[in-house]
């Protein structure tokens, strides 16, 4: 996040802090290190592409990284063009997308981008969404009517638009693309290609975090979301970096790492075995409380209410209904009268 703050009254004591809040912002820009160079010489020296991408303590090599993170920004300028009530520009940006060469978020909520599971592999979660929505293509579906103003959300309020189409985002869409990448990557090790399989645990670790996530920006992913939920149900905790975390975000940043590890030495029942009981479940936790906090506040909302915390609410139980389903249909059903 470029601070342009940091350029008023620039002095030899802030130059360098000006110079790499600049720098830090090429990405955004689309330009590398390498296309600005250095000033006169040296005078202002070249920054260093990074070969790797660093996020909450999770070192990606893989080269689709980079776009995987990346697609937070795309979220995130979605969310500014519905704060203006741009829902055509919003839509447009959600189809063909920018920070990313390689997928726009329309790719990810019809499920394009992570291949598709070998049979003796199981199910895809994205499969069992589908199963449950009974529906194909139900989370593209879904942001397309919301964003073109289809019934009922032509009644719906500028901000139940923005916090239900980014909430979907967040909380559905990035989700799935997180886990069935984790179960890609187990199934391409499974089958010998580590390269793979470490590429796609990269992926995972990049669609939890963001490019945002881990620093003091904030984000738009699962990550930060857990840590914005944690103070909440006394669930924070000093992560390893120092900084205040979510207890489950550490889980899972700490067993991504080893996941990684393991995926790209082919011991693949370890991986297989952080993924199904400790990465995926541990992800699970922030949409069970986001969904527990706004059940408890809309509960008390007058009926066809605006308030956005509506939104919110739908858009995290349509994140942990299709789970909740699998376990206890009949919950399910109550959740799902009770959020709607």
């Known amino acids: 996040e470029l601070n342009l703050d940091v350029m008023h009254d620039v002095t030899t004591s802030n130059q360098q802090e000006a110079l790499t809040a600049i720098q830090d912002a090429f990405s955004c820009l689309e330009v590398t290190c390498q296309d600005v160079g250095s000033y ?3 005078a202002v020296q070249a920054c260093t592409d990074e070969s790797t991408i660093t996020r909450a303590g999770y070192i990606a090599k893989s080269s689709f990284a980079r ?4 697609m937070d920004r795309d979220v995130l300028q979605i969310d500014i063009f519905l704060k203006f009530q741009a829902y055509g520009v919003a839509l447009d940006w959600y189809v063909h997308g920018w920070n ?4 726009s978020l329309r790719d990810f909520a019809k499920n394009e981008v992570v291949p598709a599971l070998s049979a003796a592999s199981g199910s895809s979660y994205y499969s069992v969404f589908a199963s449950y929505y009974e529906d194909a293509e139900f989370a593209h579906n879904l942001i397309t009517s919301i964003l073109e103003l289809m019934p009922p959300y032509n009644t719906a309020s500028s901000e139940q638009i923005r916090n239900a189409v980014t909430g979907i985002l967040k909380y559905v869409v990035m989700f799935l693309a997180s886990a069935d990448s984790l179960k890609y990557a187990i199934s391409t090790c499974q089958s010998g290609d580590s390269q793979s399989a470490l590429a796609y645990v990269d992926g995972a670790a990049m669609l939890f975090v963001g490019s945002m996530g881990g620093n003091a920006a904030g984000g738009e992913f699962l990550y930060t979301t857990a840590k914005e939920l944690c ?5 924070c905790i000093t992560g390893s970096d120092g900084g205040t975390t979510a207890a489950a975000s550490e889980v899972i940043m700490t067993s991504l790492n080893d996941a990684a590890e393991t995926a790209a030495t082919k011991n693949c029942d ?3 075995g952080l993924v199904q009981n400790t990465i995926i479940p541990t ?6 409380q986001g969904t527990l906090k706004y059940a408890s506040y809309n ?5 066809a209410t605006t308030d956005a915390s509506l939104a919110i609410g739908d858009a995290f139980s349509r994140a942990v209904l299709p789970l909740v389903n699998l376990a206890a249909p009949t919950s399910a059903s109550t959740i799902q009268t009770q959020m709607e």
């Open 40 to 42: 006169m010489g040296g």
């Open 299 to 303: 509960a008390n909302l007058d009926v």
């Open 100 to 103: 990313s060469a390689m997928h």
């Open 231 to 235: 103070s909440d149900f006394g669930t």
């Open 283 to 288: 992800m699970i936790i922030p949409l069970i």
């Open 67 to 70: 776009e995987f993170a990346n």
């Open 270 to 272: 370890e991986t297989q």
